[in-house]
Protein backbone atom coordinates (compact mmCIF):
# COMPACT_ATOMS: atom_id res chain seq x y z
CA UNK A 1 0.00 0.00 0.00
CA UNK A 2 1.10 3.41 -0.42
CA UNK A 3 -0.97 5.58 -1.95
CA UNK A 4 -0.76 9.64 -0.81
CA UNK A 5 -2.89 12.23 -1.23
CA UNK A 6 -2.72 15.99 -0.56
CA UNK A 7 -5.56 18.15 0.15
CA UNK A 8 -5.77 22.11 -0.09
CA UNK A 9 -1.81 21.92 1.49
CA UNK A 10 -0.02 24.89 1.47
CA UNK A 11 3.54 26.30 2.80
CA UNK A 12 4.18 29.80 3.91
CA UNK A 13 8.26 30.93 5.02
CA UNK A 14 7.66 34.14 6.73
CA UNK A 15 6.89 36.61 4.07
CA UNK A 16 7.19 34.21 1.12
CA UNK A 17 4.03 31.52 0.29
CA UNK A 18 6.24 29.20 -1.34
CA UNK A 19 3.23 26.57 -1.76
CA UNK A 20 -0.20 28.41 -1.82
CA UNK A 21 -2.22 25.43 -2.27
CA UNK A 22 -1.74 21.99 -3.74
CA UNK A 23 -4.55 19.19 -4.35
CA UNK A 24 -2.81 16.07 -5.58
CA UNK A 25 -3.52 12.42 -5.81
CA UNK A 26 -0.25 9.73 -5.71
CA UNK A 27 -1.92 6.27 -6.48
CA UNK A 28 -0.18 2.97 -5.23
CA UNK A 29 2.53 1.83 -6.90
CA UNK A 30 2.84 4.79 -9.17
CA UNK A 31 6.35 6.29 -10.16
CA UNK A 32 5.41 10.74 -9.88
CA UNK A 33 7.84 12.68 -10.49
CA UNK A 34 7.94 16.26 -9.78
CA UNK A 35 9.95 18.48 -12.02
CA UNK A 36 10.46 22.43 -12.36
CA UNK A 37 12.71 25.03 -12.74
CA UNK A 38 14.78 25.73 -9.18
CA UNK A 39 12.92 27.61 -6.62
CA UNK A 40 9.31 25.97 -7.67
CA UNK A 41 8.63 24.34 -4.18
CA UNK A 42 9.00 20.67 -5.39
CA UNK A 43 11.31 20.25 -2.83
CA UNK A 44 9.19 21.96 -0.24
CA UNK A 45 6.64 19.54 -1.11
CA UNK A 46 8.51 16.47 -0.82
CA UNK A 47 9.57 17.73 2.26
CA UNK A 48 6.03 18.16 3.46
CA UNK A 49 4.92 14.78 2.30
CA UNK A 50 8.09 13.62 4.82
CA UNK A 51 7.17 15.36 7.36
CA UNK A 52 10.25 17.21 7.78
CA UNK A 53 8.97 20.78 7.19
CA UNK A 54 5.54 21.24 8.81
CA UNK A 55 2.47 22.16 6.62
CA UNK A 56 0.88 25.89 6.89
CA UNK A 57 -2.58 24.40 6.48
CA UNK A 58 -4.10 21.98 4.91
CA UNK A 59 -4.43 18.29 4.99
CA UNK A 60 -1.69 14.96 4.02
CA UNK A 61 -2.82 11.84 3.94
CA UNK A 62 -1.30 8.05 3.39
CA UNK A 63 -3.02 5.01 3.08
CA UNK A 64 -6.44 7.24 4.00
CA UNK A 65 -4.78 7.78 7.10
CA UNK A 66 -4.19 11.71 8.42
CA UNK A 67 -0.30 11.86 8.93
CA UNK A 68 -0.47 15.76 8.80
CA UNK A 69 0.78 15.69 12.16
CA UNK A 70 2.62 12.95 12.52
CA UNK A 71 6.41 12.90 12.70
CA UNK A 72 8.80 11.94 10.22
CA UNK A 73 9.33 8.16 11.21
CA UNK A 74 5.40 7.13 12.01
CA UNK A 75 4.71 8.27 8.07
CA UNK A 76 6.39 4.97 6.80
CA UNK A 77 8.29 6.70 4.08
CA UNK A 78 11.78 6.73 3.38
CA UNK A 79 13.77 9.60 1.63
CA UNK A 80 17.09 9.18 -0.64
CA UNK A 81 18.96 12.33 -0.68
CA UNK A 82 20.37 14.80 -2.27
CA UNK A 83 23.60 14.59 -0.81
CA UNK A 84 22.88 11.21 0.43
CA UNK A 85 23.09 11.60 4.02
CA UNK A 86 24.82 8.20 5.26
CA UNK A 87 26.06 8.19 8.25
CA UNK A 88 29.95 8.68 7.74
CA UNK A 89 31.52 6.91 10.68
CA UNK A 90 29.23 3.83 10.29
CA UNK A 91 30.37 0.89 7.67
CA UNK A 92 28.00 0.28 4.53
CA UNK A 93 26.42 -2.41 6.49
CA UNK A 94 25.56 -0.60 9.47
CA UNK A 95 24.19 2.45 7.39
CA UNK A 96 21.54 -0.27 5.93
CA UNK A 97 20.86 -1.12 9.39
CA UNK A 98 20.27 1.47 10.80
CA UNK A 99 16.49 2.04 10.31
CA UNK A 100 16.23 -1.56 11.40
CA UNK A 101 18.14 -1.13 14.21
CA UNK A 102 16.30 1.90 15.88
CA UNK A 103 12.96 -0.12 15.20
CA UNK A 104 14.22 -2.71 17.85
CA UNK A 105 14.39 -5.35 15.35
CA UNK A 106 16.26 -8.72 15.91
CA UNK A 107 19.94 -9.38 15.04
CA UNK A 108 19.07 -12.27 12.63
CA UNK A 109 16.16 -10.75 10.90
CA UNK A 110 18.37 -7.99 10.75
CA UNK A 111 21.43 -9.30 9.29
CA UNK A 112 19.06 -11.19 6.53
CA UNK A 113 17.24 -8.16 5.36
CA UNK A 114 20.84 -6.34 4.77
CA UNK A 115 22.18 -9.29 3.17
CA UNK A 116 19.21 -9.40 0.90
CA UNK A 117 19.27 -5.02 0.16
CA UNK A 118 22.82 -5.90 -0.49
CA UNK A 119 22.45 -8.19 -2.76
CA UNK A 120 19.81 -6.38 -5.00
CA UNK A 121 21.83 -3.12 -4.90
CA UNK A 122 25.35 -5.18 -5.57
CA UNK A 123 26.83 -4.16 -2.52
CA UNK A 124 28.01 -7.53 -0.86
CA UNK A 125 31.18 -6.91 -1.66
CA UNK A 126 31.35 -2.97 0.28
CA UNK A 127 29.37 -3.97 3.27
CA UNK A 128 32.33 -3.31 5.57
CA UNK A 129 34.05 -0.49 3.75
CA UNK A 130 32.86 3.92 5.24
CA UNK A 131 30.92 6.02 2.75
CA UNK A 132 34.19 7.89 2.07
CA UNK A 133 35.67 4.62 0.13
CA UNK A 134 33.23 4.30 -2.35
CA UNK A 135 32.37 5.98 -5.15
CA UNK A 136 29.11 8.41 -5.96
CA UNK A 137 26.75 5.73 -7.82
CA UNK A 138 27.87 3.12 -4.90
CA UNK A 139 27.12 6.05 -2.49
CA UNK A 140 23.59 6.32 -3.99
CA UNK A 141 23.15 2.94 -3.67
CA UNK A 142 23.55 2.30 0.00
CA UNK A 143 21.93 5.25 0.03
CA UNK A 144 19.01 3.41 -1.39
CA UNK A 145 19.43 0.24 0.64
CA UNK A 146 18.95 2.11 3.26
CA UNK A 147 15.35 3.20 1.89
CA UNK A 148 14.36 -0.26 0.22
CA UNK A 149 15.32 -2.49 3.90
CA UNK A 150 12.75 -0.38 6.23
CA UNK A 151 10.19 -1.52 3.54
CA UNK A 152 8.15 1.74 3.41
CA UNK A 153 4.41 2.28 1.77
CA UNK A 154 6.51 4.97 -0.56
CA UNK A 155 10.25 5.93 -1.57
CA UNK A 156 10.71 9.38 -1.14
CA UNK A 157 13.77 11.05 -3.81
CA UNK A 158 15.29 14.65 -3.83
CA UNK A 159 17.35 15.21 -7.09
CA UNK A 160 19.09 11.60 -6.07
CA UNK A 161 21.16 11.87 -9.37
CA UNK A 162 22.49 15.37 -9.65
CA UNK A 163 25.51 14.62 -7.97
CA UNK A 164 26.77 12.22 -10.11
CA UNK A 165 28.21 12.25 -13.67
CA UNK A 166 26.49 12.29 -16.89
CA UNK A 167 26.94 8.23 -17.68
CA UNK A 168 26.50 7.27 -14.14
CA UNK A 169 23.33 9.03 -14.22
CA UNK A 170 22.25 7.53 -17.02
CA UNK A 171 22.69 4.05 -15.54
CA UNK A 172 21.29 5.01 -12.36
CA UNK A 173 18.13 6.25 -13.86
CA UNK A 174 17.84 2.59 -15.41
CA UNK A 175 18.40 0.64 -12.26
CA UNK A 176 15.96 2.96 -10.45
CA UNK A 177 13.16 2.61 -13.27
CA UNK A 178 14.12 -1.11 -12.80
CA UNK A 179 13.98 -1.17 -8.78
CA UNK A 180 10.45 0.24 -9.21
CA UNK A 181 9.58 -2.92 -11.65
CA UNK A 182 10.86 -5.17 -8.72
CA UNK A 183 9.37 -3.62 -5.89
CA UNK A 184 5.89 -1.99 -7.39
CA UNK A 185 6.28 0.60 -4.83
CA UNK A 186 4.86 4.20 -4.59
CA UNK A 187 7.69 5.93 -5.48
CA UNK A 188 7.96 10.20 -5.38
CA UNK A 189 10.97 11.76 -7.17
CA UNK A 190 11.93 15.18 -7.55
CA UNK A 191 14.16 16.85 -9.87
CA UNK A 192 14.75 19.41 -11.94
CA UNK A 193 15.99 17.59 -15.24
CA UNK A 194 12.96 17.26 -17.45
CA UNK A 195 14.86 13.65 -19.28
CA UNK A 196 14.82 12.44 -15.79
CA UNK A 197 10.80 13.04 -15.54
CA UNK A 198 9.93 12.09 -19.20
CA UNK A 199 12.05 8.41 -19.06
CA UNK A 200 11.12 7.44 -15.22
CA UNK A 201 7.58 8.41 -14.78
CA UNK A 202 3.99 7.21 -14.61
CA UNK A 203 3.18 10.19 -13.81
CA UNK A 204 4.79 14.07 -13.90
CA UNK A 205 3.64 16.61 -12.27
CA UNK A 206 4.98 20.17 -13.38
CA UNK A 207 5.27 22.73 -10.75
CA UNK A 208 5.72 26.18 -11.32
CA UNK A 209 6.37 29.01 -8.52
CA UNK A 210 4.24 26.37 -5.90
CA UNK A 211 1.58 25.90 -7.95
CA UNK A 212 0.52 22.51 -10.07
CA UNK A 213 0.76 23.52 -13.97
CA UNK A 214 -0.36 20.19 -15.39
CA UNK A 215 -0.48 16.89 -14.66
CA UNK A 216 -0.16 13.88 -16.96
CA UNK A 217 1.69 10.90 -18.17
CA UNK A 218 4.89 12.18 -20.14
CA UNK A 219 3.67 11.65 -23.65
CA UNK A 220 0.39 13.60 -22.44
CA UNK A 221 2.52 16.58 -21.68
CA UNK A 222 4.49 15.94 -24.54
CA UNK A 223 1.77 15.66 -27.10
CA UNK A 224 -0.60 18.00 -25.34
CA UNK A 225 0.73 20.53 -22.77
CA UNK A 226 -2.12 22.82 -21.08
CA UNK A 227 -0.04 25.88 -21.27
CA UNK A 228 2.81 27.65 -22.29
CA UNK A 229 4.71 27.39 -19.16
CA UNK A 230 4.35 23.12 -19.70
CA UNK A 231 5.20 23.70 -23.40
CA UNK A 232 8.33 25.14 -22.75
CA UNK A 233 9.55 23.01 -20.06
CA UNK A 234 8.65 20.10 -21.92
CA UNK A 235 11.10 18.72 -24.12
CA UNK A 236 14.78 18.84 -25.60
CA UNK A 237 15.09 21.53 -27.15
CA UNK A 238 12.53 23.50 -26.14
CA UNK A 239 9.87 24.18 -28.18
CA UNK A 240 9.84 27.17 -30.71
CA UNK A 241 6.72 30.29 -29.58
CA UNK A 242 5.77 32.32 -32.67
CA UNK A 243 3.80 35.32 -32.26
CA UNK A 244 2.77 37.86 -34.85
CA UNK A 245 1.16 37.58 -38.21
CA UNK A 246 1.77 33.71 -38.32
CA UNK A 247 0.06 32.93 -35.17
CA UNK A 248 -3.04 35.15 -35.65
CA UNK A 249 -3.40 33.36 -39.10
CA UNK A 250 -3.95 30.32 -37.13
CA UNK A 251 -6.17 32.16 -34.92
CA UNK A 252 -4.30 32.14 -31.93
CA UNK A 253 -1.68 34.43 -29.85
CA UNK A 254 1.21 32.57 -29.74
CA UNK A 255 1.67 29.26 -31.89
CA UNK A 256 4.18 26.47 -30.22
CA UNK A 257 6.13 24.19 -32.86
CA UNK A 258 8.63 21.86 -31.39
CA UNK A 259 11.97 21.65 -33.06
CA UNK A 260 11.15 18.06 -34.65
CA UNK A 261 8.09 19.34 -36.23
CA UNK A 262 10.03 21.18 -38.86
CA UNK A 263 10.41 20.11 -42.31
CA UNK A 264 13.38 21.04 -43.31
CA UNK A 265 14.44 21.59 -47.12
CA UNK A 266 17.44 23.92 -48.79
CA UNK A 267 15.17 25.43 -51.42
CA UNK A 268 11.56 25.77 -50.23
CA UNK A 269 9.05 26.46 -47.58
CA UNK A 270 7.25 29.42 -45.71
CA UNK A 271 10.07 30.22 -43.22
CA UNK A 272 13.35 31.37 -44.38
CA UNK A 273 16.35 31.23 -42.16
CA UNK A 274 19.94 31.74 -41.67
CA UNK A 275 21.32 29.33 -39.70
CA UNK A 276 23.47 30.42 -36.71
CA UNK A 277 24.59 27.56 -34.99
CA UNK A 278 24.49 24.03 -35.47
CA UNK A 279 24.87 21.26 -33.28
CA UNK A 280 26.49 18.00 -34.54
CA UNK A 281 24.82 15.02 -32.36
CA UNK A 282 25.57 12.65 -34.97
CA UNK A 283 22.10 10.77 -35.22
CA UNK A 284 20.94 13.91 -34.85
CA UNK A 285 22.14 18.44 -35.96
CA UNK A 286 20.34 20.99 -33.75
CA UNK A 287 19.87 23.95 -35.86
CA UNK A 288 19.58 27.24 -33.94
CA UNK A 289 18.04 29.58 -36.80
CA UNK A 290 17.62 33.86 -37.24
CA UNK A 291 14.42 33.85 -38.88
CA UNK A 292 13.15 36.70 -40.60
CA UNK A 293 9.66 37.89 -39.24
CA UNK A 294 9.75 35.59 -36.70
CA UNK A 295 12.57 35.16 -34.58
CA UNK A 296 15.15 32.71 -33.28
CA UNK A 297 13.97 29.42 -34.54
CA UNK A 298 15.54 25.97 -33.63
CA UNK A 299 14.82 22.87 -35.39
CA UNK A 300 16.11 19.27 -35.49
CA UNK A 301 16.74 17.58 -38.21
CA UNK A 302 18.26 14.49 -39.60
CA UNK A 303 22.48 14.32 -38.84
CA UNK A 304 22.96 13.34 -42.63
CA UNK A 305 21.48 16.48 -43.89
CA UNK A 306 24.48 19.16 -43.88
CA UNK A 307 23.58 22.43 -42.42
CA UNK A 308 26.43 24.60 -41.18
CA UNK A 309 27.24 28.35 -40.20
CA UNK A 310 25.97 30.89 -42.35
CA UNK A 311 23.88 28.47 -44.66
CA UNK A 312 20.33 29.41 -45.81
CA UNK A 313 17.68 26.87 -44.60
CA UNK A 314 13.79 26.43 -45.09
CA UNK A 315 11.33 25.45 -42.81
CA UNK A 316 7.15 23.89 -42.84
CA UNK A 317 6.00 23.41 -39.85
CA UNK A 318 4.10 20.57 -39.12
CA UNK A 319 0.24 22.38 -39.08
CA UNK A 320 -1.32 18.66 -37.45
CA UNK A 321 1.57 19.12 -34.77
CA UNK A 322 1.32 22.68 -34.48
CA UNK A 323 -0.17 23.57 -30.50
CA UNK A 324 -1.68 27.12 -30.52
CA UNK A 325 -2.04 29.60 -26.93
CA UNK A 326 -4.72 31.95 -26.17
CA UNK A 327 -3.91 35.65 -24.60
CA UNK A 328 -3.35 33.68 -20.94
CA UNK A 329 -1.11 31.51 -22.71
CA UNK A 330 -3.38 28.48 -21.77
CA UNK A 331 -3.69 25.73 -24.60
CA UNK A 332 -6.15 26.27 -27.06
CA UNK A 333 -8.08 22.54 -28.62
CA UNK A 334 -8.97 22.41 -32.08
CA UNK B 1 54.25 20.44 -5.23
CA UNK B 2 56.43 17.98 -5.02
CA UNK B 3 59.19 18.39 -7.64
CA UNK B 4 62.15 17.49 -5.73
CA UNK B 5 63.20 21.96 -6.31
CA UNK B 6 59.68 22.68 -4.19
CA UNK B 7 60.69 19.97 -1.49
CA UNK B 8 63.98 21.59 -0.94
CA UNK B 9 63.48 24.93 -1.10
CA UNK B 10 60.57 24.36 1.41
CA UNK B 11 63.16 22.67 3.84
CA UNK B 12 65.13 25.73 3.43
CA UNK B 13 62.38 28.13 4.32
CA UNK B 14 61.39 26.17 7.34
CA UNK B 15 65.04 25.53 8.48
CA UNK B 16 64.93 29.23 10.53
CA UNK B 17 61.71 28.42 12.40
CA UNK B 18 62.50 24.78 13.42
CA UNK B 19 65.89 25.77 14.64
CA UNK B 20 64.36 28.76 16.84
CA UNK B 21 61.89 26.37 18.06
CA UNK B 22 64.71 23.76 18.91
CA UNK B 23 66.85 25.90 20.90
CA UNK B 24 63.65 27.62 22.47
CA UNK B 25 62.80 24.23 24.00
CA UNK B 26 66.49 22.63 24.37
CA UNK B 27 68.26 25.59 26.14
CA UNK B 28 65.45 25.43 29.35
CA UNK B 29 65.30 22.00 29.02
CA UNK B 30 68.90 21.55 29.15
CA UNK B 31 69.48 24.10 31.85
CA UNK B 32 66.94 22.92 34.05
CA UNK B 33 68.15 19.15 33.86
CA UNK B 34 71.48 20.78 34.82
CA UNK B 35 70.86 22.47 37.54
CA UNK B 36 68.74 19.03 39.14
CA UNK B 37 72.11 17.29 39.68
CA UNK B 38 73.63 20.26 41.72
CA UNK B 39 73.41 21.65 45.18
CA UNK B 40 72.40 24.94 44.45
CA UNK B 41 70.47 26.91 47.20
CA UNK B 42 70.26 30.82 46.48
CA UNK B 43 70.38 31.00 50.52
CA UNK B 44 73.87 29.96 50.12
CA UNK B 45 74.74 30.94 46.08
CA UNK B 46 78.37 30.77 46.19
CA UNK B 47 78.50 26.98 47.48
CA UNK B 48 77.42 25.01 44.10
CA UNK B 49 78.34 21.69 44.07
CA UNK B 50 77.23 18.53 42.13
CA UNK B 51 75.26 16.28 43.58
CA UNK B 52 74.61 13.44 41.96
CA UNK B 53 70.44 12.04 41.89
CA UNK B 54 70.41 13.88 45.31
CA UNK B 55 67.49 16.53 44.52
CA UNK B 56 65.65 13.79 42.99
CA UNK B 57 65.84 11.91 46.30
CA UNK B 58 64.99 14.91 48.08
CA UNK B 59 62.10 16.06 45.77
CA UNK B 60 61.22 12.21 45.76
CA UNK B 61 60.43 11.87 49.46
CA UNK B 62 59.05 14.62 50.51
CA UNK B 63 55.51 14.09 51.77
CA UNK B 64 54.38 15.92 49.15
CA UNK B 65 55.38 14.51 46.48
CA UNK B 66 52.84 12.22 45.67
CA UNK B 67 49.68 13.54 47.20
CA UNK B 68 50.46 16.95 44.44
CA UNK B 69 50.97 13.99 41.41
CA UNK B 70 47.55 12.82 42.90
CA UNK B 71 46.27 16.19 43.29
CA UNK B 72 47.67 16.93 39.33
CA UNK B 73 45.73 14.77 38.06
CA UNK B 74 42.64 14.93 39.56
CA UNK B 75 42.79 18.55 38.85
CA UNK B 76 42.89 17.49 34.99
CA UNK B 77 40.71 14.45 35.21
CA UNK B 78 38.01 16.81 36.64
CA UNK B 79 38.34 20.19 34.68
CA UNK B 80 38.30 17.83 31.84
CA UNK B 81 34.95 15.60 32.75
CA UNK B 82 33.11 19.31 33.32
CA UNK B 83 34.57 21.28 30.61
CA UNK B 84 33.62 18.04 28.04
CA UNK B 85 30.23 16.82 28.94
CA UNK B 86 29.55 20.64 30.25
CA UNK B 87 30.36 21.73 26.99
CA UNK B 88 28.30 19.78 25.25
CA UNK B 89 25.27 20.40 26.62
CA UNK B 90 26.04 23.94 26.56
CA UNK B 91 27.00 23.64 22.46
CA UNK B 92 23.83 21.42 22.22
CA UNK B 93 21.91 24.18 23.86
CA UNK B 94 23.44 27.52 22.14
CA UNK B 95 22.94 25.19 18.22
CA UNK B 96 19.02 25.89 18.82
CA UNK B 97 17.71 29.01 17.13
CA UNK B 98 17.15 31.47 20.39
CA UNK B 99 16.33 35.20 20.57
CA UNK B 100 19.30 37.38 21.31
CA UNK B 101 21.56 34.68 20.17
CA UNK B 102 24.82 36.51 19.38
CA UNK B 103 24.76 38.06 22.77
CA UNK B 104 24.02 34.57 24.60
CA UNK B 105 27.14 33.43 22.49
CA UNK B 106 29.60 36.33 23.84
CA UNK B 107 28.52 36.24 27.51
CA UNK B 108 28.89 32.34 27.42
CA UNK B 109 32.63 32.83 25.60
CA UNK B 110 33.37 35.81 27.93
CA UNK B 111 34.94 33.73 31.20
CA UNK B 112 37.97 32.95 28.47
CA UNK B 113 38.89 36.52 28.40
CA UNK B 114 39.24 36.67 32.11
CA UNK B 115 42.81 36.26 33.20
CA UNK B 116 43.19 32.97 36.05
CA UNK B 117 44.12 35.28 39.05
CA UNK B 118 41.51 37.72 38.48
CA UNK B 119 39.01 34.80 37.99
CA UNK B 120 40.22 32.74 41.51
CA UNK B 121 39.92 36.17 42.96
CA UNK B 122 36.38 36.98 42.00
CA UNK B 123 35.50 33.46 42.70
CA UNK B 124 37.18 33.55 46.42
CA UNK B 125 36.04 36.82 47.35
CA UNK B 126 32.82 36.73 45.75
CA UNK B 127 31.16 33.71 44.98
CA UNK B 128 32.78 31.20 46.94
CA UNK B 129 33.71 33.35 50.47
CA UNK B 130 31.91 31.77 53.42
CA UNK B 131 30.44 35.23 54.96
CA UNK B 132 29.36 37.34 51.95
CA UNK B 133 29.98 35.02 48.68
CA UNK B 134 26.74 33.91 46.82
CA UNK B 135 27.12 30.65 47.55
CA UNK B 136 26.65 31.05 50.98
CA UNK B 137 23.99 33.51 51.02
CA UNK B 138 22.21 30.60 48.57
CA UNK B 139 22.63 28.56 51.77
CA UNK B 140 21.37 31.19 54.05
CA UNK B 141 18.86 31.40 52.03
CA UNK B 142 17.58 27.80 52.89
CA UNK B 143 18.37 27.97 56.39
CA UNK B 144 21.93 25.99 56.08
CA UNK B 145 25.07 26.49 56.75
CA UNK B 146 27.29 27.81 54.77
CA UNK B 147 30.13 26.27 53.40
CA UNK B 148 33.66 27.00 53.81
CA UNK B 149 34.87 25.88 50.26
CA UNK B 150 38.86 26.65 50.36
CA UNK B 151 38.62 24.95 53.77
CA UNK B 152 36.31 22.33 53.45
CA UNK B 153 36.96 21.21 49.79
CA UNK B 154 39.87 23.07 48.52
CA UNK B 155 40.59 20.79 45.84
CA UNK B 156 37.32 20.42 44.59
CA UNK B 157 37.32 24.52 44.50
CA UNK B 158 39.96 24.63 42.33
CA UNK B 159 38.79 22.21 40.01
CA UNK B 160 35.60 24.70 39.54
CA UNK B 161 37.21 27.54 39.16
CA UNK B 162 39.51 26.13 36.41
CA UNK B 163 36.62 24.56 34.87
CA UNK B 164 34.95 27.20 34.80
CA UNK B 165 37.62 29.03 33.04
CA UNK B 166 38.17 26.43 30.35
CA UNK B 167 34.25 25.86 29.55
CA UNK B 168 33.58 28.72 27.01
CA UNK B 169 36.95 27.04 25.09
CA UNK B 170 35.35 23.54 24.99
CA UNK B 171 31.56 24.91 24.69
CA UNK B 172 33.30 27.30 21.40
CA UNK B 173 35.15 24.21 19.48
CA UNK B 174 32.38 21.86 19.82
CA UNK B 175 29.69 24.55 19.05
CA UNK B 176 31.63 24.86 15.26
CA UNK B 177 31.71 21.19 15.01
CA UNK B 178 27.83 20.67 16.04
CA UNK B 179 27.45 23.69 13.03
CA UNK B 180 29.19 21.77 10.70
CA UNK B 181 26.98 18.65 11.14
CA UNK B 182 25.03 17.70 7.90
CA UNK B 183 21.61 18.61 7.95
CA UNK B 184 20.32 16.28 6.04
CA UNK B 185 21.90 13.49 7.93
CA UNK B 186 20.08 14.48 10.80
CA UNK B 187 16.73 14.45 9.01
CA UNK B 188 17.56 11.03 7.30
CA UNK B 189 18.15 9.79 11.03
CA UNK B 190 14.99 11.17 11.84
CA UNK B 191 13.40 10.00 8.94
CA UNK B 192 14.96 6.28 10.31
CA UNK B 193 13.21 6.38 12.93
CA UNK B 194 15.81 7.35 15.55
CA UNK B 195 14.47 9.77 18.60
CA UNK B 196 16.59 12.72 20.15
CA UNK B 197 18.89 10.48 22.19
CA UNK B 198 19.71 8.04 19.23
CA UNK B 199 20.63 10.68 17.03
CA UNK B 200 22.65 12.37 19.99
CA UNK B 201 24.46 8.78 20.47
CA UNK B 202 25.03 7.50 16.76
CA UNK B 203 25.00 10.90 14.80
CA UNK B 204 26.27 13.67 17.17
CA UNK B 205 28.85 12.08 19.49
CA UNK B 206 30.73 10.45 16.66
CA UNK B 207 30.65 13.45 14.94
CA UNK B 208 32.21 15.18 17.82
CA UNK B 209 34.77 12.65 18.44
CA UNK B 210 37.45 14.93 16.82
CA UNK B 211 36.83 17.91 18.21
CA UNK B 212 36.53 16.19 21.73
CA UNK B 213 40.04 14.97 20.91
CA UNK B 214 41.10 18.05 20.50
CA UNK B 215 39.71 19.78 23.30
CA UNK B 216 41.02 17.12 26.02
CA UNK B 217 44.88 17.28 24.13
CA UNK B 218 45.14 21.18 24.44
CA UNK B 219 43.23 22.03 28.09
CA UNK B 220 45.35 18.49 29.45
CA UNK B 221 48.75 20.67 28.40
CA UNK B 222 47.62 23.44 30.46
CA UNK B 223 45.72 22.06 33.23
CA UNK B 224 48.96 20.15 33.97
CA UNK B 225 50.27 23.39 34.88
CA UNK B 226 47.84 25.07 36.85
CA UNK B 227 48.91 27.74 39.55
CA UNK B 228 47.75 31.04 39.41
CA UNK B 229 44.39 29.85 40.62
CA UNK B 230 45.84 27.92 43.62
CA UNK B 231 48.23 30.62 44.31
CA UNK B 232 45.34 33.37 44.99
CA UNK B 233 42.93 31.10 46.52
CA UNK B 234 44.49 28.37 48.79
CA UNK B 235 47.89 28.79 48.78
CA UNK B 236 48.33 25.07 48.27
CA UNK B 237 46.47 24.14 51.41
CA UNK B 238 45.21 23.53 53.94
CA UNK B 239 48.50 21.34 54.80
CA UNK B 240 49.62 19.78 50.74
CA UNK B 241 45.46 19.29 50.10
CA UNK B 242 45.10 21.62 47.11
CA UNK B 243 48.98 21.79 45.97
CA UNK B 244 50.12 19.88 42.23
CA UNK B 245 53.71 19.82 40.60
CA UNK B 246 53.71 22.91 39.46
CA UNK B 247 52.96 24.40 43.10
CA UNK B 248 55.18 22.03 44.94
CA UNK B 249 58.10 23.27 42.48
CA UNK B 250 57.02 26.53 42.96
CA UNK B 251 57.42 26.32 46.97
CA UNK B 252 61.03 24.50 46.35
CA UNK B 253 61.96 27.31 44.41
CA UNK B 254 61.03 30.48 45.24
CA UNK B 255 59.91 29.20 49.05
CA UNK B 256 62.57 27.36 49.95
CA UNK B 257 64.98 28.83 47.95
CA UNK B 258 66.02 25.47 46.12
CA UNK B 259 67.05 25.81 42.35
CA UNK B 260 68.18 22.16 42.46
CA UNK B 261 65.26 20.54 44.05
CA UNK B 262 63.17 22.48 42.09
CA UNK B 263 65.04 21.81 39.14
CA UNK B 264 64.62 18.04 39.75
CA UNK B 265 60.45 18.53 40.26
CA UNK B 266 61.08 20.02 36.85
CA UNK B 267 62.26 17.16 34.87
CA UNK B 268 59.78 14.95 37.06
CA UNK B 269 56.96 17.09 36.09
CA UNK B 270 58.18 16.66 32.40
CA UNK B 271 58.12 13.33 32.17
CA UNK B 272 54.98 13.46 34.22
CA UNK B 273 53.65 15.51 31.20
CA UNK B 274 54.82 12.61 28.75
CA UNK B 275 53.69 9.98 30.16
CA UNK B 276 49.86 11.32 30.22
CA UNK B 277 50.78 12.55 26.51
CA UNK B 278 51.48 9.00 25.55
CA UNK B 279 48.42 7.25 27.38
CA UNK B 280 46.35 10.22 26.06
CA UNK B 281 47.79 9.99 22.29
CA UNK B 282 47.00 6.37 22.60
CA UNK B 283 43.83 6.38 24.16
CA UNK B 284 42.40 9.59 21.74
CA UNK B 285 44.52 9.96 19.01
CA UNK B 286 43.47 7.82 16.36
CA UNK B 287 40.42 10.17 16.72
CA UNK B 288 42.73 12.69 14.63
CA UNK B 289 44.04 10.53 11.63
CA UNK B 290 40.64 10.41 9.91
Known amino acids: MGSITLQKVSKVFGEAKVIPSIDLEINNGEFVVFVGPSGCGKSTLLRLIAGLEDVSSGHILIDGKDVTDAAPAERGLAMVFQSYALYPHMSVRNNIAFPLKMAKLDKA??????????????????LERRPSQLSG????????????????????FDEPLSNLDAALRGTMRLEISDLHHQLKTTMVYVTHDQVEA????????????????????PLELYKSPRNLFVAGFIGSPHMNFVTGTYAQS????????????????????????VVKVAEHLGADTFLHLDVEGVGQITARCDGEFG???????????DETKLHRFDDKGLALRA | MATQN???????????SVLLLLIWMIVPLAMTLWFSFQNYNLLDPSNVSFTGLFNYQFFYTDPA???????????????LLITVIGGIAIALLLDQPIFGQGIVRILIISPFFVMPPVAALVWKNMIMNPSYGVFADISKFFGLRPIDWFAQYPLFSIVIIVAWQWLPFATLILL?????????????????????????????????????????????????????????????????????????????ALLGYDVGGASAGGIIAVVLANIVAFFLMRAVGKNLDR
Open chain 1, 109 to 126: VIDKKVADAARVLNLTDY
Open chain 1, 137 to 156: GQRQRVAIGRAIVREPSAFL
Open chain 1, 198 to 217: MTMADKIVVLNRGNIEQVGS
Open chain 1, 250 to 273: KNAKTAGIRPEHLGLSKDSGIWRG
Open chain 1, 307 to 317: AYHGDTVYMTP
Open chain 2, 6 to 16: TKTLARLMMAP
Open chain 2, 65 to 79: FFQSIWNTLVIVGGV
Open chain 2, 176 to 252: TALQSLDGEQKEAAEMDGANFLNRFIYLVVPHLARSITVVILIQTIFLLGVYAEILVTTNGGPGYASTNLAFLIYRT
